[in-house]
T-cell receptor, first 114, second 116 residues
């Protein structure tokens, strides 16, 4: 079975500061890794995904994540955050088979203040 | 391309009442998922359909929850009778199998259920 642990439930930062949201996963088989963002009263929007290849993945809104197989981690980073980045962020894994469902972590609330 | 549509957006019911949620996936998407997202937690898969067949319903509380996707397109999720702990956002998502393992799941805006 697969599982996801998001190490921080809340991350407060000031505008223009860098941020890292941490995610560790557990799986006995190969998985794909995802980060989703959820704004208040909205559904989930895909930020980025790691399927294979380069371990550094770039996504939308200036976010990037690095896959580290030895540490089973997939941390999300942004060098300079904006107020508009305030949202809930979810790390998710999926077995690399067509039609399998996502398994989500509990989420990290990113709060950006001026 | 139209996204995943869900209705209603919000619903308040009393415990022991019944409620139904509707989802219209992206056109052509064979796979449909229902997730439950309790406040402060990540989404949890309730049921997954492939066309009109159930792929995984292992986490669906079958004594009170039911779901169907009769024609392989729209889906409804029903709760009867509702309990206080069913208060959550119910998210519908769909994906295409045509891209193989690389397929992405697209989410609707969700239905926020409050049971009082």
């Amino acid at each position: 079975a697969q599982s996801v642990t998001q190490l921080d439930s809340q991350v407060p930062v000031f505008e223009e500061a860098p941020v890292e949201l941490r995610c560790n996963y557990s799986s006995s088989v190969s998985v794909y890794l995802f980060w989703y963002v959820q704004y208040p009263n909205q559904g989930l929007q895909l930020l980025l995904k790691y399927l294979s290849g380069s371990t550094l993945v770039k996504g939308i809104n200036g976010f990037e994540a690095e896959f580290n197989k030895s540490q089973t981690s997939f941390h999300l980073r942004k060098p300079s955050v904006h107020i508009s980045d305030t949202a809930e962020y979810f790390c998710a894994v999926r077995v690399n088979q067509a039609g399998t469902a996502l398994i989500f972590g509990k989420g990290t609330t990113l709060s950006v203040s001026s | 391309e139209a996204g995943v549509a869900q209705s209603p957006r919000y619903k308040i019911i009393e415990k022991r009442q019944s409620v139904a949620f509707w989802c219209n996936p992206i056109s052509g998407h064979a796979t449909l998922y229902w997730y439950q997202q309790i406040l402060g937690q990540g989404p949890k898969l309730l049921i997954q359909f492939q066309n009109n067949g159930v792929v995984d319903d292992s986490q669906l509380p079958k004594d009170r929850f039911s779901a169907e996707r009769l024609k392989g397109v729209d889906s409804t999720l029903k709760i009867q009778p509702a309990k206080l702990e069913d208060s959550a956002v119910y998210l519908c998502a769909s994906s295409s199998t045509r891209q193989g393992p690389n397929t992405e799941a697209f989410f609707g805006q969700g239905t926020r259920l409050t049971v009082v």
